[in-house]
Nanobody
């Protein structure tokens, strides 16, 4: 099992940047692919990005491609999501997720953090 804790959310103006972090504990971190998902008010949870076990491959939703960058540090058991050129439509609760399999489907992730609020507003 792995436990996940997100940090770094907050309020930012449109066009600004934020960096989310997710710290993992428990099982061997490098055994898990990691993902970020988000859920806006009144909407279903959606895929944002996923990164492979070594960090060698990352995949992004079209809506964030070119603006968000996901990375991981297996020595520190952390994964980050650098969010640039933020838009009001990026406002959501962002969740970190982990699973032994590499997938973009939220229901296939076995472990979740508590979520971190990101609000993009002038």
């Amino acid at each position: 099992q792995v436990q996940l804790v997100e940090s770094g959310g907050g309020l930012v103006q449109p066009g600004g940047s934020l960096r989310l972090s997710c710290s993992a504990s428990g099982d061997t971190f490098s055994n898990y692919a990691m993902g970020w998902f988000r859920q806006a008010p009144g909407k279903e949870r959606e895929f944002v990005s996923v990164i492979s076990w070594s960090g060698g491959s990352a995949y992004y939703a079209d809506s964030v491609k070119g603006r968000f960058t996901m990375s991981r540090d297996n020595a520190k058991n952390t994964v980050e999501l650098q969010m640039d050129s933020l838009k009001p439509g990026d406002t959501a609760i962002y969740y970190c997720a982990a699973d032994r399999h590499l997938t973009v489907v939220d229901t296939e992730f076995g472990y979740w953090g508590q979520g971190s609020q990101v609000t993009v507003s002038a």
